[in-house]
């Protein structure tokens, strides 16, 4: 049975599509989009966040889950890693510490940088009279560490992540730092991680993900 993947592509379920293209995961996509983007959710027909039909799946009413044939999994970074570890390859862990490492850096990027980095983009996108510049200097500052462990880790291991090659936890990691791209004046100080995204999004599989997401509707 085929993978399925709940999500729109305009959401986290790019880390999902990304990975998956990079290691030729066949999947069906069920278009499951945010509720809070829809005019009104309860009267608007397309399968949403909200939808009884997709709370059977994922009670969390978010998005991406998938389905792999029974096996149900929501977490974006749980399904990357989960899926790396199932296929195996150069994405993969090759032993238990590597497994540890990656786990970590998913974590780190979760926890500690994405909510920051999600501000960024938000505020961003948001019209300039309304956005909240303080709140966006905020974020800045509380990245400033992180990206400086991020460059400083990327220094020391060559240029990615874990095992001196690209892994899903380069591909995790990047895709939280792509929100913080709405600021690219937060990259000028950290060469290294600068670099490291640029070779990532270099990646054919990245390219084919934005360009399934350039396809949505915005
Ligand atoms: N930690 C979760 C976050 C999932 C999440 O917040 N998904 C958003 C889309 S990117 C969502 O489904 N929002 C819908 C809603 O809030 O109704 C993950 O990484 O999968």
Same mark, same amino acid.
């Not at 786990?103 to 940088?113: K, N």
């Not at 460059?151 to 992540?161: I, N, P, Q, V």
């Given at each position: 049975m085929t993978l399925k993947l709940y999500g729109v592509a305009r959401s986290r379920a790019s880390r999902m599509i990304w990975l998956a293209k990079e290691i030729g995961i066949a999947y069906e996509q069920i278009p499951v989009i945010q509720a809070y983007r829809l005019a009104d959710a309860t009267t608007d027909t397309r399968l949403n966040t909200s939808s009884a039909q997709f709370r059977k799946v994922n009670p969390n009413g978010l998005i991406p889950t998938i389905d792999d044939d029974g096996f149900v999994l929501h977490e974006s970074l749980a399904i990357t890693l989960y899926l790396a570890k199932k296929h195996g390859g150069p994405?993969?862990?090759?032993? =238990?510490?590597?497994?540890? @490492?990656?786990?970590?850096?998913?974590?780190? !990027?979760? $926890?500690?940088?994405?909510?920051? %980095? *999600?501000?960024? =983009?938000?505020?961003?996108? @948001?019209?300039?009279?309304?956005?909240?510049? !303080?709140? $966006?200097?905020?974020?800045?500052? %509380? *990245?400033?560490?992180?990206?400086?462990?991020?460059?400083?880790?990327?220094?020391?291991?060559?240029?990615?992540?874990?095992?001196?090659?690209?892994?899903?936890?380069?591909?995790?990691?990047?895709e939280v730092f792509r929100y913080a791209q709405a600021a690219p004046e937060l990259f000028d100080r950290f060469a290294r991680v600068k670099a490291w995204i640029a070779t990532c999004q270099a990646r054919p599989a990245f390219k084919e993900m934005m360009a399934i997401r350039n396809a949505e509707p915005a």
């Open positions: 994405l993969a862990p090759h032993d =238990l510490k590597e497994d540890a @490492l990656m786990t970590m850096w998913s974590l780190w !990027a979760v $926890i500690d940088c994405e909510p920051h %980095a *999600l501000t960024i =983009l938000q505020q961003r996108q @948001l019209l300039e009279g309304e956005r909240d510049l !303080a709140l $966006i200097e905020k974020s800045k500052t %509380a *990245l400033q560490k992180p990206f400086g462990v991020l460059d400083a880790a990327l220094a020391k291991r060559g240029g990615t992540l874990v095992g001196g090659r690209f892994t899903v936890a380069d591909i995790n990691c990047a």
